[in-house]
């Protein structure tokens, strides 16, 4: 059974970057699409970024061109590089498949974007 964590998030200035990282506990391999997703206070789940198992990736309009979406199969981890961060990018950040697994949902990690 694969579970995900989530981790990496933390309090950074706008203009800034983090890495967020996803750790799987059994394989992703067999999982086609991987996304990460971000949830803001008040405002539904979104899906921001998606990557195939064979590395095509697609980003919303959002944060296009400012994050990137990368996975490592052999080492069940997907990671998030966010750069130029800015106040609407805070929210809490979650993986999944695309389509997500309603029963795979973590606690995800939380990124605030402040001065």
């Known amino acids: 059974q694969v579970q995900y964590v989530e981790s990496g998030g933390g309090l950074v200035q706008p203009g800034g970057s983090l890495r967020l990282s996803c750790a799987a506990s059994?394989?992703?391999?067999?999982?086609?699409?991987m996304g990460w997703y971000r949830q803001a206070p008040g405002k539904q789940r979104e899906l921001v970024a998606t990557?195939?198992?064979?590395?095509?990736?697609k980003y919303a309009d959002s944060v296009k061109g400012r994050f990137t979406i990368s996975r490592d199969n052999a080492k069940n981890t997907m990671y998030l590089q966010m750069n130029s961060l800015k106040p609407e990018d805070t929210a809490v950040y979650y993986c999944?498949?695309?389509?997500?697994?309603?029963?795979?949902w973590g606690q995800g990690t939380q990124v605030t974007v402040s001065s």
């Open positions: 059994g394989s992703i391999f067999s999982i086609v699409v």
């Open positions: 990557i195939t198992r064979g590395a095509i990736t």
């Open positions: 999944n498949a695309d389509p997500p697994f309603t029963w795979l």
